[in-house]
Nanobody, 126 residues
């Protein structure tokens, strides 16, 4: 069965740093687009960052550019999100998502992703 498991969330003060990890199984990780989404209460799920299967192409939503870095380790089937200079508006449940490169779609549309983790909570205080 396909499994994506996020870890690394927690509570930090504004300006702090967290690193999220997503370990995967049941997919051919090296042939998947991978992405991080987040969803705060009462808001739509938002694409945070995405990375192409070979790591050469990345995307970020404007609000995290310069603060967050997405990376992947295909040998370990693991997706990483390094989050620096965290702000209260970053508070959300963060989800790991993937889709095969053989499927069409856009990087920040959650409907275009086929595999999802259960999420890890990030809370940033003032």
């Amino acid at each position: 069965q396909v499994q994506l498991v996020e870890s690394g969330g927690g509570s930090v003060q504004a300006g702090g740093t967290l690193t999220l990890s997503c370990t995967t199984s049941g997919i051919t990780f090296s042939t998947y687009w991978m992405a991080w989404f987040r969803q705060a209460p009462g808001k739509e799920r938002e694409g945070v960052a995405a990375i192409y299967y070979n790591g050469n192409t990345v995307f970020y939503t404007d609000s995290v550019k310069g603060r967050f870095t997405i990376s992947r380790d295909n040998a370990k089937s693991t997706l990483i999100l390094q989050m620096n200079s965290l702000a209260p508006e970053d508070t959300a449940m963060y989800y790991c998502a993937g889709r095969s490169i053989y499927r069409t779609g856009t990087w920040n549309n959650p409907r275009d992703y086929t595999s999802w983790g259960q999420g890890t909570q990030v809370t940033v205080s003032e």
